[in-house]
């Protein structure tokens, strides 16, 4: 546990999943701990948060035990009531972190929403992803969905002269012509001291400057854990990113688009499939895809266009969902294609230790590395609620299993080239396309939101609240508006800069 990042965790010398409340209590009074921060997702898909001040033992103990009251009506509005509208909200112990922005020591919880009989919140957007990745065990006999985001984010710093990186050429650029790779290295750290699994950080493609400012793009990737976790993880850097940002003197932007021309940013998702004994099942012995991963990609291509009803939930996100920019819009997928909307990366099949290769004094080794093998959907973005698109993503997934042509459909959808280019137009004809505005997005929503409503998934009031909620952009025109005035673009952007 020394390696932990996690202070509690080197401190308690457990894993946060074996985290008990009598743990937490002999760790904040040991320490001289005396606040205490709550932290859950609203309907907005922000992280709000309830601070406390603790004077005594009993007191600390009440906190974790009961959790403490809120009001729905405010968190989610157009779903609760102020006439009826408390709810509690409870500590969840393997989520445990010290707040490393806090001026004094602070301990802060992950929370989840409980109603007024003391059950699971219905609409709440943690137990909509709870209850999707319950319904994918169900279906699949016990199989364990797993997935990993990946964070793009632009900094935005005052101009500074000399060594200016090339423009759009940005990807895994060093210092000097990357300047934001010290903030992006601590953001890597806070993030795993507070419990984020990471999995690497690097420059992005997008860079660009204006005569006062530089926008550099940048990425967080992280590793692939059970599904609920991974959407805590994602509010835990986005939160992570904005404060570091803000108390460095930069903005720090999710934003889908800042400017046509410029590469977008997306919130890419890598999924996997694990047994009881966490062996991949996307791949065989040989590192070969299985029937188990194409079903899983037909079913994502069976609910592309009204996934994007969670991944892509402001009218800034269509702009980047065009040709020629890395970003997909055509429903399909396909080796190692960047094209395409859903990507199976390359993997490690080859039968060869590369270190020894490269490293002439190791020893080969025969150990395999296939159980990293991932499958990725493209089309998500920042202006998403992490724990619906997961939510989605793993309700899409086990739809693939109940479909009784997954197979013949994941063949049908499958591409090899690049889509984007004219001369393989008519390869990628017969394809459903992805909506061009929320509004589109909320229809395919509508039509397909009986699959999301199956096996008590979503909700039908979750489903109506994300329905109004994209539709009240009034957007069907929006993208051609927006490519022909470079000003109401800029003011577009700015309305939905912290998305």
């Given at each position: 546990?020394?390696?932990?990042?996690?202070?509690?965790?080197?401190?308690?010398?457990?894993?946060?999943?074996?985290?008990?409340?009598?743990?937490?209590?002999?760790?904040?009074?040991?320490?001289?701990?005396?606040?205490?921060?709550?932290?859950?997702?609203?309907?907005?898909?922000?992280?709000?948060?309830?601070?406390?001040?603790?004077?005594?033992?009993?007191?600390?103990?009440?906190?974790?035990?009961?959790g403490e009251r809120v009001d729905g009506?405010?968190?989610?509005?157009?779903?609760?009531?102020?006439?009826?509208?408390?709810?509690?909200?409870?500590?969840?112990?393997?989520?445990?972190?010290?707040?490393?922005?806090?001026?004094?020591?602070?301990?802060?919880?992950?929370?989840?929403?409980?109603?007024?009989?003391?059950?699971?919140?219905?609409?709440?957007?943690?137990?909509?992803?709870?209850?999707?990745?319950?319904?994918?065990?169900?279906?699949?006999?016990?199989?364990?969905?797993?997935?990993?985001?990946?964070?793009?984010?632009?900094?935005?710093?005052?101009?500074?002269?000399?060594?200016?990186?090339?423009?759009?050429?940005?990807?895994?650029?060093?210092?000097?012509?990357?300047?934001?790779?010290?903030?992006?290295?601590?953001?890597?750290?806070?993030?795993?001291?507070?419990?984020?699994?990471?999995?690497?950080?690097?420059?992005?493609?997008?860079n660009f400057s204006t005569e006062e400012?530089?926008?550099?793009?940048?990425?967080?990737?992280?590793?692939?854990?059970?599904?609920?976790?991974?959407?805590?993880?994602?509010?835990?850097?986005?939160?992570?990113?904005?404060?570091?940002?803000?108390?460095?003197?930069?903005?720090?932007?999710?934003?889908?688009?800042?400017?046509?021309?410029?590469?977008?940013?997306?919130?890419?998702?890598?999924?996997?499939?694990?047994?009881?004994?966490?062996?991949?099942?996307?791949?065989?012995?040989?590192?070969?895809?299985?029937?188990?991963?194409?079903?899983?990609?037909?079913?994502?291509?069976?609910?592309?266009?009204?996934?994007?009803?969670?991944?892509?939930?402001?009218?800034?996100?269509?702009?980047?969902?065009?040709?020629?920019?890395?970003?997909?819009?055509?429903?399909?997928?396909?080796?190692?294609?960047?094209?395409?909307?859903?990507?199976?990366?390359?993997?490690?099949?080859?039968?060869?230790?590369?270190?020894?290769?490269?490293?002439?004094?190791?020893?080969?080794?025969?150990?395999?590395?296939?159980?990293?093998?991932?499958?990725?959907?493209?089309?998500?973005?920042?202006?998403?609620?992490?724990?619906?698109?997961?939510?989605?993503?793993?309700?899409?997934?086990?739809?693939?299993?109940?479909?009784?042509?997954?197979?013949?459909?994941?063949?049908?959808?499958?591409v090899s080239v690049n889509i984007h280019?004219?001369?393989?137009?008519?390869?990628?004809?017969?394809?459903?396309?992805?909506?061009?505005?929320?509004?589109?997005?909320?229809?395919?929503?509508?039509?397909?939101?009986?699959?999301?409503?199956?096996?008590?998934?979503?909700?039908?009031?979750?489903?109506?609240?994300?329905?109004?909620?994209?539709?009240?952009?009034?957007?069907?025109?929006?993208?051609?508006?927006?490519?022909?005035?470079?000003?109401?673009?800029?003011?577009?952007?700015?309305?939905?800069?912290?998305?």
């Amino acid at each position: 546990m020394e390696y932990n990042l996690n202070p509690i965790a080197r401190a308690l010398g457990k894993q946060p999943a074996e985290f008990t409340k009598a743990d937490l209590i002999h760790y904040i009074v040991s320490n001289d701990i005396h606040a205490l921060n709550f932290r859950y997702t609203a309907a907005d898909g922000r992280l709000k948060e309830l601070n406390f001040v603790l004077q005594d033992v009993d007191y600390l103990d009440e906190v974790l035990s009961s959790g403490e009251r809120v009001d729905g009506s405010s968190l989610f509005p157009g779903f609760m009531e102020a006439g009826s509208s408390d709810l509690y909200v409870v500590p969840i112990f393997s989520s445990a972190f010290l707040d490393p922005f806090a001026d004094e020591p602070t301990i802060s919880f992950f929370c989840a929403y409980m109603d007024k009989d003391g059950q699971p919140l219905s609409i709440a957007p943690d137990q909509i992803l709870r209850r999707a990745a319950q319904a994918f065990r169900e279906v699949t006999g016990g199989l364990e969905f797993h997935a990993m985001g990946e964070l793009e984010y632009y900094v935005i710093s005052p101009k500074e002269d000399g060594y200016e990186a090339v423009d759009q050429r940005g990807y895994h650029e060093m210092a000097p012509f990357s300047k934001q790779i010290a903030f992006r290295t601590e953001a890597m750290r806070l993030i795993a001291q507070c419990g984020g699994q990471i999995k690497y950080g690097h420059g992005e493609v997008g860079n660009f400057s204006t005569e006062e400012y530089n926008y550099e793009q940048n990425e967080i990737e992280f590793l692939p854990v059970p599904v609920e976790e991974a959407a805590r993880h994602l509010q835990l850097g986005k939160w992570i990113l904005f404060e570091l940002g803000w108390r460095m003197g930069l903005k720090v932007t999710f934003a889908p688009k800042i400017i046509v021309g410029k590469a977008g940013s997306g919130m890419h998702i890598h999924t996997k499939i694990v047994d009881k004994q966490g062996i991949n099942q996307y791949v065989d012995a040989e590192g070969q895809l299985t029937d188990t991963a194409r079903k899983a990609v037909a079913g994502m291509m069976s609910l592309a266009a009204s996934l994007t009803a969670f991944g892509n939930m402001n009218p800034t996100s269509y702009l980047r969902l065009v040709p020629h920019q890395e970003a997909p819009t055509t429903v399909c997928w396909g080796d190692r294609n960047r094209s395409a909307l859903v990507r199976v990366p390359l993997g490690w099949s080859a039968k060869v230790d590369m270190s020894s290769l490269v490293n002439p004094l190791e020893q080969p080794q025969t150990k395999r590395y296939t159980n990293k093998q991932t499958i990725e959907f493209r089309a998500s973005d920042g202006s998403a609620n992490a724990y619906l698109l997961l939510a989605g993503i793993t309700t899409a997934v086990r739809r693939g299993f109940e479909l009784p042509n997954a197979l013949e459909l994941a063949k049908q959808t499958y591409v090899s080239v690049n889509i984007h280019k004219d001369e393989f137009a008519s390869s990628v004809e017969h394809l459903d396309s992805l909506p061009a505005s929320c509004v589109a997005s909320a229809e395919r929503l509508r039509q397909d939101r009986a699959v999301y409503e199956a096996m008590g998934v979503f909700s039908p009031a979750a489903i109506d609240g994300v329905i109004r909620q994209l539709e009240a952009f009034e957007d069907a025109d929006l993208r051609a508006k927006a490519q022909a005035d470079p000003q109401f673009l800029m003011e577009l952007v700015e309305r939905h800069l912290y998305c």
